[in-house]
């Protein structure tokens, strides 16, 4: 970890990844990735050397996006919103509890932070954004205002349930055929389903879910499970239902 010259008296950042936990002072500052101060996975060529980097500006935590095209999703563990960071961007950490994920390869990761310098009643960084003149971050997403009938709910409840033990790979999930089994349905209707799905949730700003033909087949499945389960759309009551 390094220092940094601008930082008021903070609470410690505090960073978690699998077993490791970190505590960063406000006069540090912390990065992650294959080789960052935080190692992850240094067996990924395809996951940054450094991803992100946590560090104090105009007395509050920041994170940057240090890579050059992966991008950095912050899910508030509080409530149900996002921010997606794009690479080479950065923003004030807006959520006093709060999970990292992004994917490199085939593999996704994930890290815990806690910022206790938010209160728990925390308004979003858009008037941070909006002084500063800098278009930082995608729109933050509710969740509430989606909506899914039966059939779409059953599918990402049948998606989502080798995700809530823990991180997935499309390898994790059952095959379209056996979903299909699973629900009863055709091939061709499984895959107009998760057409369907994708679209609308692309359209309401979810990222990771449309691409090349190759991307979209191979992990689109893992990035509607993931969203779902990180959101809580999808918890563990809607095994048994």
């Known amino acids: 970890m390094s220092s940094g010259s601008q930082h ?45 980097r946590f560090y104090v500006q105009d007395g509050q935590w920041w994170l940057s996006n240090e890579g050059r095209s992966v991008a950095i999703v912050m899910t508030d563990l509080a409530t149900a919103s996002y921010t997606s960071i794009v690479a080479g961007a950065s923003v004030p950490l807006p959520f006093r509890s709060a999970s990292l994920s992004f994917t490199a390869g085939r593999a996704n990761y994930r890290l815990h932070v806690q910022n206790d310098a938010i209160g728990e009643t925390v308004a979003t ?14 729109p933050t997403l509710t ?75 191979a992990d689109r499945r893992v990035q509607l499970a993931n969203f779902v389960v990180e959101q809580g759309i999808v918890t563990r009551t809607d095994m048994s239902s």
């Open 125 to 138: 960084a858009e008037s941070t954004q909006h002084s500063s003149g800098l278009p930082l971050v995608d």
């Open 8 to 52: 008021k008296e903070l609470p410690p950042l505090i960073i978690a990844f699998e077993s490791e936990r970190c505590l960063v002072a406000p006069g540090e500052s912390c990065t992650f990735g294959r080789a960052g101060d935080i190692e992850i996975d240094t067996a990924n060529r395809l996951l940054h050397r450094v991803l992100g």
């Open 143 to 217: 969740t509430g205002t989606l909506i899914f009938n039966k059939e779409q709910f059953a599918l990402l409840v049948a998606l989502a349930e080798a995700r809530l033990d823990g991180p997935i790979s499309p390898t994790d999930l059952p095959t379209n055929r056996e979903l299909a089994q699973q629900l009863g349905w055709t091939a061709t209707k499984l895959t107009r389903k998760l057409d369907n799905l994708c679209t609308k949730l692309t359209r309401a700003g979810v990222p990771g879910l449309q691409g090349s033909l190759a991307d979209v087949a």
